[in-house]
């Protein structure tokens, strides 16, 4: 076949590639009989995901499901929260019980190869550290030696300090839980001496210590912990809503789209970026089996990825993180979605 043969074959294929429409995954079609996502979440990490007394969920993890389910349902308020610990999460998402399962949860090839799930987008990067009390005098986790360290079962935190302590030729002792509740408790009793684990879900739990002026986290951070939502292997077109509502959440922030001002640029901006994010012109949700407006009420209902870091875990929050590497790629930091169009 010459060139000129091949050519429109090749053009037809593309074309078909572009318009062809999402067909509606299982996992899509079970969640809009069902009206609800469902999503498995931290049982307690301050700023990720945590309950008031009131049952009312908050946190950076917790807006991503409301996002999905403004996106898929359209309202954000359609999603029924599954706290689950660090032991508990995969099987969750493996047995069907939860759709999504966002809950500062570190990407590794060992998960993402071996347990029948798969990881969408990274929404926080992260790395392990080490909390102590300030009477200890610790200004270094190189000289942690001999420390009791309590540390949470299932975690790649169990895994990265024992090769720490190897690596630095350190002896240590581990005390291993289960539930993020009993590690602070007994942290804050001074059962152990060290609490380690990722650096955001640290400056979590100071927050809930009875005086957080009493302990400092140490400035090392020993390993990459990339936290990510991830969906169950072998429903692509749920894979592809999940992460697609993560990048429109950094979409909207590069381009300035609030939710305060969501509204004004839909009807007002003459930016083709912001029109075709919030459906002015391209139907990009069809592609996803979603109307045209999906993006807009991610946006409208829940903000955008600044705003959701800013109201969860942002320097005016108790646990008063700052951007840094969180920032958008154009402002210094690592988060950059693919375009929207
Ligand atoms: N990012 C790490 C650690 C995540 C993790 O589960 N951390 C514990 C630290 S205490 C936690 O959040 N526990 C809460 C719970 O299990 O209830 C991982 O994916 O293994």
Do not use: H
């Not at 990274?122 to 909390?131: L, S, W």
């Not at 942690?144 to 169990?158: F, H, K, P, R």
């Not at 959440?249 to 939710?259: F, I, K, P, R, S």
């Not at 109307?291 to 829940?302: F, G, L, N, S, T």
């Amino acid at each position: 076949m010459t060139l000129k043969n091949l050519l429109p074959i090749s053009l037809a294929v593309i074309g078909a590639a572009v318009a062809a429409p999402a067909f509606a995954g299982k996992t899509l079609d079970a969640v809009k009989s069902r009206g609800q996502v469902v999503c498995g979440v931290n049982t307690s990490a301050p700023g990720f995901s945590a309950a008031d007394s009131q049952g009312r969920w908050t946190g950076l993890d917790v807006d991503f499901c409301r996002g999905v389910a403004a996106a898929v349902l359209g309202d954000a308020a359609k999603v029924k929260f599954v706290p689950l610990n660090s032991q508990q999460r995969f099987a969750a998402l493996q047995a069907g019980e939860i759709d999504v399962l966002s809950r500062n949860t570190t990407w590794t090839l060992t998960r993402d190869a071996s347990l029948g799930i798969v990881f969408t987008n990274i929404n926080y990067y992260d790395g392990q550290g080490f909390m102590v009390p300030k009477k200890l005098n610790i200004d270094s986790a190189k000289k942690l030696g001999g420390a009791t360290v309590c540390v949470q079962a299932g975690t790649t935190s169990e895994k990265n300090v024992a090769d720490f302590f190897a690596a630095s030729k350190m002896k240590y002792k581990t005390v291993v839980f289960d539930t993020a509740e009993a590690i602070t408790g007994a942290f804050f009793a001074g059962r152990c001496q060290v609490y380690t684990t990722d650096m955001s879900d640290l400056a979590g739990a100071r927050t809930k210590a009875p005086k957080p002026d009493d302990y400092t986290i140490l400035p090392m951070v020993i390993s990459k912990e990339p936290l990510g939502p991830s969906v169950r292997r072998g429903d692509d077109e749920w894979f592809q809503i999940v992460r697609w509502t993560s990048f429109v959440m950094l979409d909207a922030e590069e381009n300035g789209v609030t939710q305060a001002n969501v509204d004004k640029l839909r009807t007002e901006s003459t930016d083709p970026n912001v029109q075709r994010l919030l459906g002015g012109s391209d139907d990009t949700g069809k592609l996803l089996g979603l109307d045209k407006d999906w993006a807009y009420r991610i946006v409208k209902q829940v903000g955008n990825y600044g705003e959701s870091f800013e109201r969860n875990l942002g320097t005016k929050t108790p646990i008063g993180l700052p951007r840094g590497v969180n920032n958008l790629w154009n402002k210094g930091g690592l988060m950059y979605a693919p375009p929207v169009r």
